[in-house]
Each structure stands twice: as C-alpha cells, then as structure tokens.
C-alpha cells in the first residue's frame, strides 16, 4: 500500500538523534524511542504506551459470539504493528483469522472476526510487544482471557452509519477549511474554489474528492491524502487529529490543521475517520 512505511522511517530519524559520549557525560535528545523493545533502554525515554480498556473486559463470560475485540491504548497506535502475529484471539491451538481497524481518533485497536466465534467456548487475546505506538514505543505483554455465550447479541447491533462526502465531510470542511489563503473559499465569497489553494490542496465541493482520494501528499513522499477502508494511514486524518503537544499525530510533518485554531471535535473527527474507513465514497 503507498505510504506505508514512512511513519516508521520518521521514527528512525528521531531515534538517531540519540548521541553517546564515551567519559564522565553522556548526553541524550530524546524526541522518541531508541528502539520498539519489550524493556526500554533507559527509564523516561518512552511515552508510556499502555492498554487502557478492553472490550470484552478480561474474565468476561457470556460474552455474544458475534462481538468484535476492541483495544483502546494510551497512545496512538502505529498501524504498521497491528497484524495477526501480533495481536491474537485463540482458542486452544486455534488462532481466528479476521481485519484489523486502527482508530487514531480514540486511539484504539478494532478486530473484526471473519466468522462467529463458537459459542460456550473461552478464547485468549494476547497482545504482544511488536504492538508499538507511532512513535516506536512498545506496549506490554497481555493476555485477556473472556468465554462467549450461547449466540449472538440479542438484539443485533444496529448497522453503521456510513457518512458520505457530499452530506458530512463537506460541510465540515466549508466551516474550518475556509478563507482566502486556505483551502476553498469562505461562505461570505461563495464557497467555491479558490485558484491557489494552500498546499496544492483544493477542498471546495467540486474538487475536494480528486484532491484527497487516492491523491498524492506533498509534504510526506509516498503517502496519500486519503487510503479508502484505512484512515489510519491517511494523511488527512493524521493532520486533522491533535497529538500530545497540539499538533498533529507524533512523527506527522507540519502543523495541526486547522491552523492557529482549537482542533476539530471529536464527533467531526470521528465523521471524517468514518468516512475513510468506510470506504471514503
């Protein structure tokens, strides 16, 4: 997929910048970790990356065998990490097959089972340390144990909105994207595109979809703007959603947007994320 990779790549760079001088001082630029290991090398030089809350909880029972697996962590995870050899569910010798969602809006890891578990059967999730967050820190080892129930959940879940461009995503943009030195005009002088957008980046009604969709990102060689079904690897999101420090998500180049303005609410985060992963149509 283009634009894997390149976080990864970022994080090495940072971890570069850690220096070693032989004698009585030895001094350290931290901007990240040295190195994604189960024990870091020296305490503090990791932000703490740790599994907050799990959905079914360790020790649940009964739990319905149509429920996803749902890890929510104090960091942002970093995508390329998230695969079925890191991140299991098991029963006995038994490993299920199934997709991961990574979620950087609530920071938060989604599997999604290829079939029903089986019912009245107690599985495993472990999750290993090759779970790092964005910027290379590694997770601890857990298992969370849970045992399902006889069926499904009763009743069903209700199916997921899917936002569209046209109805959610664009409206958005024409109140925080706006202005005449940003990325379409104001509502005040229309609305429309402008003729230089900030960045190359056109998000007026008429061009918003050809300049996100499978475009390719200016500031980060390799990335897209947008990756339909992984809004995790899309540039936008990664710009749109703020990090620890204000600005975007770590190991993102430039700044939050918008710009010098308080960042999106979550509910029009969570709009744009969804929009991604289901498919950015």
Not at 8 to 17: F, L
Not at 56 to 78: C, Y
Not at 169 to 197: D, Y
Request: proline share 12%.
């Amino acid at each position: 997929m283009a634009g894997r990779g390149w976080l990864r790549a970022t994080a090495r760079a940072h971890a570069g910048a850690l220096v070693i001088l032989a004698g009585a001082a030895a001094v350290f630029s931290l901007a990240a970790c040295s190195r994604p290991t189960a024990e870091q090398p020296l305490p503090g030089m990791c932000t703490p990356f740790r599994l907050v809350s799990s959905m079914p909880e360790s020790g649940a029972q009964q739990v319905p065998v149509d429920a996803p697996i749902e890890l929510r962590f104090s960091d942002f995870p970093d995508p390329d990490t998230v695969t079925l050899g890191t991140v299991q569910l098991s029963s006995g010798l038994q490993v299920r097959l199934g997709t991961f969602t990574v979620d950087l809006v609530d920071r938060s890891v989604r599997f999604d089972t290829r079939n029903y578990l089986s019912p009245n059967l107690t599985y495993l999730v472990t999750l290993t340390t090759a779970v790092t967050s964005l910027t290379g820190c590694a997770t601890k080892a857990t298992q969370l144990p849970f045992r399902t129930g006889p069926g499904p959940a009763d009743p069903p879940p209700p199916p997921p909105v899917v936002p569209t461009l046209e109805a959610d995503v664009l409206p958005v943009f024409a109140a925080r994207c706006a202005g005449s030195t940003c990325h379409r005009q104001a509502a005040e002088a229309g609305g429309g595109c402008l003729a230089t957008p900030a960045k190359g980046l056109s998000l007026c009604d008429q061009e918003a979809r050809a300049s996100l969709v499978g475009a390719a990102a200016i500031e980060v060689d390799g990335a897209l703007r947008v990756v339909p079904g992984d809004a995790a690897r899309s540039l936008l999101l990664r710009k749109l959603v703020p990090g620890p420090t204000g600005g975007p998500v770590p190991t993102t180049p430039g700044h939050r947007d918008p710009p010098d303005e308080p960042p999106l609410p979550t509910e029009e985060l969570r709009l744009i994320s969804d929009w991604i992963d289901q498919g950015a149509r």
